[in-house]
């Protein structure tokens, strides 16, 4: 059984920094690609931030491009995105997710999903 579990939401204030983490469980973690994405309300669910399942491969939407960092450490199964300079427009459940190609992932056709985390900034 999959299971994907995020953690480090919060409510930061503009300007600030947020890493959430993914602990991922019941897969080959190494062999899968990970992503986050974000659905503020209202909206679609969304690309933020994806890796390969080595590592050697990142792709940012233009939204967070330069102000966030995808890592994943595959000894721990957990994947990560530290956030700077967060704005207002960052504010969204984000939600981590795995399949086994990046291709697919940033199609959004996912294999699974985690059960979301809430990132608040406040002006």
């Known amino acids: 059984q999959v299971q994907l579990v995020e953690s480090g939401g919060g409510l930061v204030e503009a300007g600030g920094s947020l890493t959430l983490s993914c602990a991922a469980s019941g897969l080959p973690f190494g062999t899968y690609a990970m992503g986050w994405f974000r659905q503020a309300a209202g909206g679609e669910r969304v690309i933020v931030a994806a890796i390969s399942g080595s590592g050697s491969s990142t792709v940012y939407a233009d939204s967070v491009k330069g102000r966030s960092v995808i890592s994943r450490t595959n000894a721990r199964n957990t994947v990560y995105l530290q956030m700077n300079s967060l704005r207002s427009e960052d504010t969204a459940v984000y939600f981590c997710?795995?399949?086994?190609?990046?291709?697919?992932?940033?199609?959004?056709?996912?294999?699974?999903w985690g059960q979301g985390t809430q990132v608040t900034v406040s002006t």
């Open positions: 997710a795995v399949d086994p190609l990046l291709e697919e992932l940033l199609a959004k056709r996912v294999d699974y």
